[in-house]
C-alpha cells in the first residue's frame, strides 16, 4: 500500500533557525511528494512538490528533495520566521490507480521572534 | 488551479441531528474528495465523489453514516449524519489531480 510517515511534533524553534522536518514513504508504484501548509485559521495550501526521483520542489524558501534510494522527501528551511509558524504535512499520491492522496501526521511548527 | 468554496465554516450541532457541508468549485471538475480532519490528527479520507455514480467509500466509512451528493460537476454535499461527540472533526473537500486544491473546511461541534 501506500503510506507516509512524518516527523512528530510539535517542533519549536527561534527566528533564523535551520528547519528539517523528515518525511519517508512506502508505496507500491512511483508516487508523487508533496508538503502541504494549512496555516493557523486556514484551508491546506500546497507549499511544494516533487513528481520524480532526484526532483527539488522549492517555495518560499523551503525545499524538499525526492529522494527514492532512502524513500525520503525532507522539508527544510535555511532561515525560518515567525510567518512559518503553521501545521506541515507531507503527502504521497499514486498517480496511477486509484490516485487517492495520502497524508503524514502533520507536524506542528512554532517559530519564536 | 481551482478555487473551492465550503460551507458552513463551523457550526455546533445537537447529538443525533444531522449537518449538510456544500462544496463548490470554480471550475468542472470529474473528481471530488471529502476528508475528515480529527482533533491534533492528519487528514483522512472519506469518500471520493463522481458526478453521475455513487460515491466510493473508504474503509471505515458508510454511506449511512456520511451521504454524499453531487448533482453536477462543480458541486457536492457531504452530510454527517446522526451526529455523535465522536464526529466533532474539521471536514474538507479537495479537488486535482497531480496537485490537490482544498475548501476552507467545516470545523463541526457536537455537543
Known amino acids: 500500500g501506500n503510506s507516509v510517515t512524518q516527523m512528530e511534533g510539535p517542533v519549536t524553534l527561534s527566528e533564523e533557525a535551520f528547519l528539517t522536518i523528515n518525511c519517508t514513504y512506502t508505496a507500491t508504484g512511483y508516487p508523487s511528494l508533496f508538503w502541504y501548509v494549512q496555516y493557523p485559521g486556514e484551508g491546506l495550501q500546497l507549499l511544494l512538490k516533487a513528481t520524480k526521483a532526484d526532483d527539488k520542489g522549492s517555495n518560499k524558501g523551503f525545499e524538499a528533495t525526492y529522494r527514492k534510494e532512502t524513500t525520503s522527501f525532507h522539508l527544510e528551511k535555511g532561515s525560518v520566521q515567525v510567518s512559518d509558524s503553521a501545521v506541515y504535512f507531507c503527502?504521497?499520491?499514486?498517480?496511477?490507480?486509484?490516485?487517492?492522496?495520502?497524508f503524514g501526521q502533520g507536524t506542528r511548527l512554532t517559530i519564536n521572534p | 488551479s481551482a478555487v473551492i468554496s465550503q460551507k458552513p465554516s463551523r457550526d455546533i450541532c445537537q447529538r443525533g441531528t444531522s449537518l449538510t457541508i456544500q462544496c463548490q468549485v470554480d471550475s468542472q471538475v470529474t473528481m471530488m474528495f471529502w476528508y475528515r480532519q480529527q482533533p491534533g490528527q492528519s487528514l483522512t479520507l472519506i469518500a471520493t465523489a463522481n458526478q453521475g455514480s455513487e460515491a466510493t467509500y473508504e474503509s471505515g466509512f458508510v454511506i449511512d453514516k456520511f451521504p454524499i451528493s453531487r448533482p453536477n460537476l462543480t458541486f457536492s454535499t457531504l452530510t454527517v449524519s446522526n451526529l455523535s461527540p465522536e464526529d466533532s472533526s474539521i471536514y474538507l473537500c479537495s479537488v486535482g489531480w497531480g496537485e490537490a486544491f482544498f475548501g476552507q473546511g467545516t470545523r463541526l461541534t457536537v455537543v
Open positions: 503527502a504521497s499520491r499514486i498517480i496511477q490507480g486509484a490516485q487517492k492522496l495520502v
